[in-house]
């Protein structure tokens, strides 16, 4: 079965970091470009990074650049997202999302981690 | 940065009735690169619609997507108890590579 499976959320303060994993099975995951897309709770969707295949391309909304590093282990069949900096803002679920070779869509989402910045 | 707009808000109709749901870009979208998501409560969006009308795969043929350039529909010819939920359009694009639309809430009247 195709599947993908994020962890690593949690509570954490202004200005701290966080690691989030997505865990895939089911598929070829080093064929795949990957992404991760948020959402504030009751809110709409926004897109946050995507990786290619190789992990040798990367791009990022104008709201995390700088701060968020996204990154995969193809031996591992394994993606992440290296939070820093965190702000209340970025409190949202997290979710991960592959890309199909060629194309440009994104044909599975995991069921998402959630992250809340507090104090 | 291209914006999507969707309307309406939230469409109330009833299971059997066909709904409509509009996405309008603020500029033109290349090569139809408009997808359509599901997303019920609690769970993770569902891939529906890509390249504009093309159904992915699993996705019952009463859904169908139309359009091109700004001006994008979703249509749901004959509504089933398990439509209910909100509804998101897609654009990829330069950067960011991926807008959304503030989503569709479709519910049971």
């Known amino acids: 079965e195709v599947q993908l499976l994020e962890s690593g959320g949690d509570l954490v303060q202004p200005g701290g970091s966080l690691r989030l994993s997505c865990a895939a099975s089911?598929?070829?995951?080093?064929?795949?470009?990957m992404c991760w897309v948020r959402q504030v709770p009751g809110k709409g969707l926004e897109w946050v990074s995507v990786?290619?295949?190789?992990?040798?391309?990367?791009n990022y909304a104008d709201s995390v650049k700088g701060r968020f590093t996204i990154s995969r282990d193809n031996s591992k069949n394994t993606l992440y997202l290296q939070m820093n900096s965190l702000r209340a803002e970025d409190t949202a679920v997290y979710y991960c999302?592959?890309?199909?070779?060629?194309?440009?869509?994104?044909?599975?989402w995991g069921r998402g981690t959630l992250v809340t910045v507090s104090s | 940065e291209i914006v999507l707009t969707q309307s309406p808000g939230t469409l109330s109709l009833s299971p059997g009735e066909r709904a409509t749901l509009s996405c309008r870009a603020s500029?033109?979208?290349?090569?139809?690169?408009l997808a359509w998501y599901q997303q019920k409560p609690g769970q993770a969006p569902r891939l529906l619609i890509y390249?504009?009308?093309s159904r992915a795969t699993g996705i019952p043929d009463r859904f169908s997507g139309s359009g091109s350039g700004t001006d994008f529909t979703l249509t749901i010819s004959r509504l089933e108890p398990e439509d209910f939920a909100v509804y998101y359009c897609?654009?990829?694009?330069?950067?960011?590579?991926?807008?959304f639309g503030q989503g569709t809430k479709l519910e049971i009247k």
């Open positions: 990786i290619s295949g190789s992990g040798g391309s990367t």
């Open positions: 089911g598929f070829t995951f080093s064929s795949y470009a």
């Open positions: 897609q654009q990829y694009g330069s950067s960011p590579r991926y807008t």
């Open positions: 500029q033109s979208v290349s090569s139809s690169y």
């Open positions: 999302a592959k890309r199909p070779p060629t194309s440009w869509y994104l044909d599975l």
């Open positions: 390249d504009a009308s």
